[in-house]
């Protein structure tokens, strides 16, 4: 079991930044991957970017160039750096990380709320 803690969501302006932040507990040492999604209300839970042990990276096109993800494998923690933040990127943000036998863990989610 691996247990994820986000932080550092809340109320930004347009074209404000945030960083998220999550902390991993528990067995990781079976990590393999650790990402970030959001869903927005009424709609299904996306991918926003991911970031696997070997260092392969992938976004959703519509956060290219604008978020960054990084990990500290020291701090057992994985960041989302977003700026240039749209009103579009409200939404609930959920940090999550992938084992080799397929299974996904979930965070709590973080509100994120981008206002016009």
């Known amino acids: 079991q691996v247990q994820l803690v986000e932080s550092g969501g809340g109320l930004v302006q347009a074209g404000g930044s945030l960083r998220l932040s999550c902390v991993a507990s528990g067995s990781i040492f079976s990590i393999t991957a650790m990402g970030w999604y959001r869903q927005a209300p009424g709609k299904q839970r996306e991918l926003v970017a991911i970031?696997?042990?070997?260092?392969?990276?992938s976004y959703a096109d519509s956060v290219k160039g604008r978020f960054t993800i990084s990990r500290d494998n020291v701090k057992n923690t994985v960041y989302l750096e977003m700026n240039s933040l749209k009103p579009e990127d409200t939404a609930v943000y959920y940090c999550?990380?992938?084992?080799?036998?397929?299974?996904?863990?979930w965070g709590q989610g973080t509100q994120v709320t981008v206002s016009s």
């Open positions: 999550a990380s992938n084992d080799p036998y397929g299974r996904v863990y």
């Open positions: 970031k696997t042990n070997g260092g392969f990276t």
